[in-house]
């Protein structure tokens, strides 16, 4: 069965739902593709945890539950009464949130047959078991990183503002793709503009054209840069932030970053950020802008 088209044969379902159920051994749990129509039900279980759910709480509010945006399909894990105990995004990038180990190791398996598993993703404990069920004998990821989870629920504290920083137009797309093509080469090891320069381009055009990305471009170059990844009414997400090496230690980006914050916190209770557990100057750059530590998260990539 393939789990990055919204639709699969029932014979397959069947099959795979009743692996899950004899792994298990409980019996009582099966794994089921979410449909359309079902969104309210899902964004109140993510909402339980909104500081760590927010990503997959954003591609719904952003896609719906089938949408090929999603890059992979939203999984349910009920009971024999149809209660909620989990839901899973599987597919490129892996994401899960449940209430028991049972409903965490029925998608462990399940997300063994998903082809185009690209990472994994989730908190420390959350991630030990997850891989206890989900690897193979001898089975080792290509790559492995350890974030930290940073949350800002106050502006930060004003500094003089740039006049320059700005909602980003698909005039500024060609350097916004080169800048978070390189980020992402350096955290997974993979560059999206070489492994899929199409969908990678429409995926930042998309970002821009929601508003989601801000800039500061002086004389055609890139100074400054942040990405509005999934945004709930509890917490806004930010990646790819981005400063020019030429141009760090002036405090452009702690201006950039008070600046923003005070503008989408007043949208949503708190902004959240990954730092890399290595990278000590950016997890002090941020928590002297007052972003605290949440938690700590692991991710696995996969191919």
Same mark, same amino acid.
């Given at each position: 069965?393939?789990?990055?088209?919204?639709?699969?044969?029932?014979?397959?379902?069947?099959?795979?739902?009743?692996?899950?159920?004899?792994?298990?051994?409980?019996?009582?749990?099966?794994?089921?593709?979410?449909?359309?129509?079902?969104?309210?039900?899902?964004?109140?279980? !993510?909402?339980?945890?909104?500081?760590?759910?927010?990503?997959?709480?954003?591609?719904?509010?952003?896609?719906?539950?089938?949408?090929?945006?999603?890059?992979?399909?939203?999984?349910?894990?009920?009971?024999?009464?149809?209660?909620?105990?989990?839901?899973?995004?599987?597919?490129?990038?892996?994401?899960?949130?449940?209430?028991?180990?049972?409903?965490?190791?029925?998608?462990?398996?399940?997300?063994?047959?998903?082809?185009?598993?690209?990472?994994?993703?989730?908190?420390?404990?959350?991630?030990?078991?997850?891989?206890?069920?989900?690897?193979?004998?001898?089975?080792?990821?290509?790559?492995?990183?350890?974030?930290?989870?940073?949350?800002?629920?106050?502006?930060?504290?004003?500094?003089?503002?740039?006049?320059?920083?700005?909602?980003?137009? !698909?005039?500024?797309?060609?350097?916004?793709?080169?800048?978070?093509?390189?980020?992402?080469?350096?955290?997974?090891?993979?560059?999206?503009?070489?492994?899929?320069?199409?969908?990678?381009?429409?995926?930042?055009?998309?970002?821009?054209?929601?508003?989601?990305?801000?800039?500061?471009?002086?004389?055609?170059?890139?100074?400054?840069?942040?990405?509005?990844?999934?945004?709930?009414?509890?917490?806004?997400?930010?990646?790819?932030?981005?400063?020019?090496?030429?141009?760090?230690?002036?405090?452009?980006?702690?201006?950039?970053?008070?600046?923003?914050?005070?503008?989408?916190?007043?949208?949503?209770?708190?902004?959240?950020?990954?730092?890399?557990?290595?990278?000590?100057?950016?997890?002090?750059?941020?928590?002297?802008?007052?972003?605290?530590?949440?938690?700590?998260?692991?991710?696995?990539?996969?191919?």
């Amino acid at each position: 069965m393939t789990l990055t088209t919204t639709t699969a044969m029932n014979s397959d379902d069947v099959a795979l739902t009743t692996m899950v159920r004899t792994i298990t051994g409980t019996n009582s749990l099966s794994v089921q593709p979410l449909k359309t129509g079902q969104e309210a039900e899902v964004l109140a279980f !993510l909402r339980e945890r909104p500081l760590h759910t927010f990503v997959m709480g954003g591609h719904i509010l952003d896609n719906g539950l089938e949408s090929p945006l999603n890059r992979g399909v939203f999984q349910a894990c009920r009971d024999d009464e149809g209660k909620l105990e989990g839901v899973a995004l599987i597919g490129h990038a892996t994401l899960v949130e449940t209430r028991s180990e049972e409903a965490l190791a029925c998608f462990a398996r399940f997300a063994r047959s998903c082809p185009t598993a690209h990472m994994i993703m989730g908190e420390v404990a959350v991630m030990d078991q997850f891989w206890r069920h989900y690897a193979c004998l001898g089975q080792a990821p290509r790559r492995f990183g350890r974030e930290l989870l940073l949350e800002l629920q106050q502006p930060a504290e004003a500094d003089e503002p740039s006049r320059y920083l700005r909602l980003a137009t !698909l005039d500024d797309l060609e350097q916004v793709m080169l800048i978070q093509g390189e980020m992402a080469f350096a955290e997974s090891g993979i560059n999206p503009l070489e492994a899929d320069p199409i969908g990678f381009r429409l995926r930042c055009a998309r970002r821009i054209e929601l508003r989601r990305v801000w800039v500061w471009v002086e004389d055609d170059r890139l100074i400054f840069k942040a990405d509005v990844i999934s945004e709930t009414p509890q917490v806004v997400y930010l990646e790819g932030i981005y400063v020019d090496p030429k141009e760090r230690s002036q405090g452009y980006g702690s201006r950039c970053m008070s600046q923003l914050s005070r503008n989408l916190l007043n949208r949503t209770n708190s902004l959240c950020i990954f730092v890399n557990v290595e990278s000590r100057r950016a997890r002090v750059f941020f928590e002297r802008i007052g972003f605290k530590l949440r938690g700590c998260y692991d991710t696995v990539f996969m191919a």
